[in-house]
């Protein structure tokens, strides 16, 4: 895996890639996503390890079914200027079952998710992403808040 522009991957590493332990981070276009993007990247620093950012939508009914283009260029800017290895993901339609299957397949030592503060009301409508990855991921989880909370 190399620190350059990566086109939309596929949720399985390459064999090389899945040799270099990685660090696996769901990123969205609000606050907390940019926390956990930040907070990831520290930590594979530290580690040494290879990042897989997930692009994904915002957990809630107006956001997009996407990571957006500009979502995308401001992290492959980010990860390129700091030289770390990395490859970005766009969000399937399951994004919990998309971040396991990738954690297994890069043999990741953390997962990172960003969190917000919901009602009770639009966490039983909705569900929560983040919850099925916290319970369901092969690895420790780190969930990250912004920092304004």
Known sequence: MTAD?????GTHP??????????????????EGDTALRWATDHARRRGTALHVVLARA??????????PS???????RLLDGGLPHR???PEE???????RLA???????????VRRRSPALKLVLGS???????????PVVTVKSPDR
């Open 5 to 9: 522009r990566c086109p939309a991957a």
């Open 14 to 31: 390459s064999p090389e890639e899945a040799s270099v332990p990685s660090t696996i981070v769901l990123v969205n276009d609000r606050p």
């Open 59 to 68: 957990d809630s009914p107006a956001a997009p079914e996407y990571g957006s």
């Open 71 to 77: 979502l995308r260029a401001r992290i492959a800017t």
């Open 88 to 90: 970005l993901h766009d």
């Open 94 to 100: 399951d994004v919990a079952d998309q971040v396991d």
């Open 104 to 114: 297994t397949a890069a043999g990741a030592d953390l997962v990172v998710v960003p």
């Open 129 to 139: 992403f983040a919850q099925r990855i916290i319970l369901d991921a092969p690895c």
